[in-house]
């Protein structure tokens, strides 16, 4: 992870439980997961706060797309320069070219402007991230954007009773591409620690036939379902 970056999240560390944010160990996992799938370029966040998780994910979009750009330039390179392993191992993960100036972003949505939201953009601008994320303010799910049509990867941390009509609004911008057979995931913060209160949620999110739902011991718990048809 970029050492800037580091710093910074090392830094709000301290404040973690005013602002509710994910633990560093999730924030690692979810960071890992992003580097590590090629097909995640397109984030949706439910749930800012003051911009922890939101850093975390797009601290991953950013070292993937300059991963990209590194390789369009050494294709530039005369035919007879033979490529690196490093760069042929690369340039098989990130298999597919970024299709429009909004790829390797996130949209992340809060509601309370007065503080997390000024303080999220704050951390943006000292993480260097801003390029890479659109910060949304208001009320989800009224204000999830309408553009993309569909996301790679969904995190909700945000108010729990309020998850099931997040979910609903969502599902219209999941995917499943046959010909990859990658799909959209959709990530749930507080699935051990909030168990209760998200329920109903579970209940919901059971009876999608169309994903495949893991609950991953991280912490407070992370929800992770994959669509896979
Ligand atoms: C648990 S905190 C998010 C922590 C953040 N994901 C992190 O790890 O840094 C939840 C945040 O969601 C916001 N929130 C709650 N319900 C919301 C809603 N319906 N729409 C937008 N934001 C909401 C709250 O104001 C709060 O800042």
């Avoid at 706060?49 to 991963?67: F, P, R, T």
């Avoid at 005369?78 to 972003?105: D, G, M, W």
């Avoid at 507080?190 to 011991?217: D, G, M, Q, R």
């Amino acid at each position: 992870m970029d050492q800037k970056i580091k710093s910074l999240l090392d830094s709000l560390d301290y404040t973690r439980s005013e602002f509710w944010n994910i633990s560093k160990e999730t924030g690692l996992f979810l960071n890992k997961l992003i580097r590590a799938t090629p097909s995640i370029k397109t984030i949706l966040e439910i749930g800012t706060s003051n911009g922890v998780s939101a850093i975390y994910m797009a601290e991953a979009l950013k070292a993937k797309k300059e991963e990209l750009l590194e390789i369009k330039s050494k294709n530039f390179l005369p035919k007879n320069i033979p490529l690196s392993k490093e760069t042929i191992a690369v340039k098989s993960r990130v298999s597919q070219k970024p299709n429009s100036k909004k790829t390797f972003h996130l949209y992340t949505i809060e509601s309370h402007k007065k503080l997390r939201y000024k303080l999220a953009t704050e951390n943006f601008k000292k993480a260097g991230l801003t390029q890479y994320i659109t910060q949304i303010l208001g009320h989800a799910p009224e204000v999830i954007p309408k553009n993309p049509k569909y996301f790679d990867l969904i995190f909700l941390d945000a108010t729990k009773y309020e998850h099931t009509d997040y979910l609903k609004a969502i599902l219209p911008r999941t995917y499943f591409n046959s010909r990859t057979s990658k799909g959209s995931i959709i990530i749930t913060d507080n699935a051990i620690s909030h168990k209760k209160k998200l329920k109903p949620y579970f209940k919901e999110v059971k009876k999608l036939k169309k994903f495949k739902t893991h609950l991953i011991k991280i912490s407070s718990g992370l929800l992770v379902s994959e669509r896979v048809e």
